[in-house]
Nanobody, 121 residues
């Protein structure tokens, strides 16, 4: 079994910062790309940022320069540092990872349960 568990969400005032973490656990052979997505009220889930196992990052235009994605491969954890938060950043943030489990030879995409981020004006 493979699990992704997010932590770090909460309520913050506009202009504030939050750091999200997502730890992978279970029967893992290899973790490829990891990423963060979000789903705001009444909106579709959208890509926020991704990072490869080698550290190459990609950001949506809406968060470029505001959010920073990073990962610690030894801890099997991906982070999302969110600065200068705005009310429009309010959403449930989901962790995503492309993982090869020990019992498979092909990768599987896993999702975390989501963590709520609320930015008040």
């Amino acid at each position: 079994q493979v699990q992704l568990v997010e932590t770090g969400g909460g309520l913050v005032q506009a202009g504030g910062s939050l750091r999200l973490s997502c730890a992978a656990s279970g029967s893992i052979f290899r973790i490829n790309a990891m990423g963060w997505y979000r789903q705001g009220p009444g909106k579709q889930r959208e890509l926020v940022a991704t990072i490869t196992s080698g550290g190459i990052t990609n950001y949506s235009d809406s968060v470029k320069g505001q959010f920073t994605i990073s990962r610690d491969n030894a801890k099997k954890t991906v982070y999302l540092q969110m600065n200068s938060l705005k009310p429009e950043d309010t959403a449930v943030y989901f962790c995503n990872a492309n993982i090869i489990p020990l019992y498979r030879s092909t990768p599987v995409v896993y999702w975390g349960q989501g963590t709520q981020v609320t930015v008040s004006s």
